[in-house]
């Protein structure tokens, strides 16, 4: 069950009727794929399969979980490096800690978002708290990757944290949707996350038989994912469930509909939303590098093995697994993609 809810949805602000504005066609729909990343935690790859044309400004997108960890199970990633993007973790339920080779670092929970802006290059590490290895417990959440623009792909590393009660929670007209913006603007509700890339990210919860009807700018791409439930997308009503990634076209409302009948353990639909500015720049991305051509990918690869991207802090030494490698890293493609 997601950590922010409201007990009364009728006293939110509510988003203005798009009913009149043009629903955006349904472009593609595909299905993302299991697997396990880290020291062994289980994911579905939102975006495999899609052109990263489609995606601009995204790179890749993880739905980690759902899974309840029985005691001593809960796994996280060894140390790894980034470089020239933003890292956006949102966790449904559960607990993560970060460290990082400045030496900050922090807890995210239930509701919480952490935004690291990799920029020219760190290293962290995300883990699960001593506490929930002992004890096991609820996780879930997602981690999504933001493109830089060239001019800002050498930024300072940065972070900001956005926590559960700061989100922004409004509502549809007819109250049957809750919507949590995380970062950017809806039909001029503002969310708290800062981006340097400009996107708007959401967490909306649809309650059965109701429309998600959602204004959306034109000049943003569109993207929903079913994290949860089952429902139609589009005027189309085209169905999708759990696990699926809508890609729509062009036009001026995101239409999503909730089916009537969902399961017991998933009461509602639960989306994922998510849209920006396409950067429009070639795409070079191998590992935890996204740059702009395969030689910078190739010169990041090089610095990090010269340990120019930073070093574990030795006050943490004790929490590293053994060093990543350039291709044993978090999220890490093993083939150049370019786009």
Request: aromatic letters at 8%; glycine letters at 12%.
């Amino acid at each position: 069950m997601p950590a922010v809810t409201v007990s009364d949805i009728t006293i939110l602000p509510r988003i203005s009727d798009a009913t009149q504005l043009r629903a955006r066609r349904v472009q593609s729909i595909t299905t993302a794929p299991q697997g396990y990343e880290g020291e062994g935690f289980p994911v579905r790859r939102a975006f495999a399969g899609v052109d990263l044309a489609l995606l601009d400004p995204f790179i890749h997108l993880d739905q980690m979980g759902e899974v309840e960890y029985a005691p001593g199970e809960p796994k996280g990633t060894p140390w790894h490096p980034h470089r020239g993007f933003e890292t956006v973790t949102y966790i449904i339920d559960g607990i993560f800690d970060h460290k990082d080779s400045n030496g900050g670092g922090g807890t995210i929970s239930d509701g919480d978002t952490q935004w690291m802006t990799a920029g020219g290059g760190i290293l962290h590490i995300e883990t699960p708290p001593e506490h929930l290895v002992m004890s096991g417990g609820l996780f879930h959440g997602f981690q999504l990757w933001v493109n830089l623009p060239a001019s800002k792909k050498w930024l300072p590393p940065a972070y900001q944290d956005v926590r559960a009660n700061d989100v922004s929670l409004i509502s549809t007209p007819d109250g049957g949707s809750l919507i949590r913006i995380i970062a950017g603007e809806l039909d001029g509700h503002v969310g708290p996350g800062s981006t340097q890339t400009p996107i708007t990210l959401i967490h909306a919860t649809v309650a059965p038989g109701a429309e998600l009807r959602l204004p959306w700018r034109k000049d943003y791409n569109a993207l929903v994912y079913t994290m949860s439930g089952h429902g139609f997308v589009g005027d189309e009503q085209r169905p999708v469930s759990m696990g699926q990634l809508t890609v729509f076209g062009e036009g001026d409302a995101i239409v999503v509909r909730a089916a009537a009948q969902q399961e017991s353990r998933s009461p509602n639909l639960e989306l994922f939303i998510l849209g920006g500015q396409p950067i429009k720049e070639p795409v070079a991305w191998m590992g935890p590098f996204v740059m702009n051509t395969k030689r910078e990918v190739l010169q990041a690869f090089e610095d990090f093995q010269k340990g120019l991207l930073g070093s574990i802090p030795a006050i943490y030494k004790e929490d590293a697994k053994g060093p990543a490698t350039p291709l044993d890293v978090h999220n890490a493609p093993t083939t150049l993609q370019e786009g």
